[in-house]
């Protein structure tokens, strides 16, 4: 299974439309976004995935009821867990407790995001923060590929 990571979309709408479309072209199994959305107008371009996708709120999403509203099912709050592949995963934003997770064992990945950082590594876990699709901060708008079978990453810069 190949799954997308995603973050930190800050209503970047174009950046939103490319990832969607990478996504899709590479006909992915799941997409994970570790918050940030921000407006609930988001949802017009990113549930247009071919792919189950699931979301956890950021510390900018405030308008969360309207969130709630245009992704449904697709939106919780972090932490949330659930397993794909039959690998165990937590999403969330904020990196609180981050290296006590990633070093508990109990999970196969640890994403999380809010640092518009890239930060891809292995402690008794994989943890991932794909940077930020928006772009912002950083000029580069950026995403992570993993490979469940594997376990090997890859980061795209669309």
């Known amino acids: ?20 479309d990478y996504c899709n072209s590479q006909k992915l199994d799941a997409v994970l976004h570790a918050g ?3 407006a609930p107008f988001t ?13 956890v709120f950021g510390n900018n999403d405030g308008e969360r ?15 949330y867990t659930l397993s794909l592949d039959g690998k165990k995963i937590v999403l969330m934003h904020e990196p609180d407790n981050l ?3 990633a070093v508990s064992g109990l999970f196969d990945l640890v994403v999380y995001g809010h640092t518009h950082e890239v930060d891809i590594r292995r402690e008794k876990t994989l943890v991932v923060n794909p940077g930020e699709l928006g772009g ?7 995403l992570v590929v ?3 079978a594997t376990g090997e990453t890859e980061l795209i810069e669309l």
Do not use: C, Y
């Open 99 to 101: 290296e006590a997770v």
């Open 43 to 55: 949802a017009r371009d990113l549930l247009k995935l071919q792919m189950p996708l699931h979301i």
């Open 136 to 142: 912002w901060l950083t000029g580069k708008s950026t």
């Open 146 to 148: 993993w490979n469940t």
């Open 36 to 38: 940030d959305l921000v």
């Open 1 to 20: 299974m190949r799954v997308g990571i995603l973050s930190d979309s800050h209503d970047n709408m174009h950046a939103i439309r490319k990832a969607v």
């Open 65 to 79: 009821l309207g969130l709630k509203a245009a992704f449904g099912g697709h939106i919780h709050v972090a932490p």
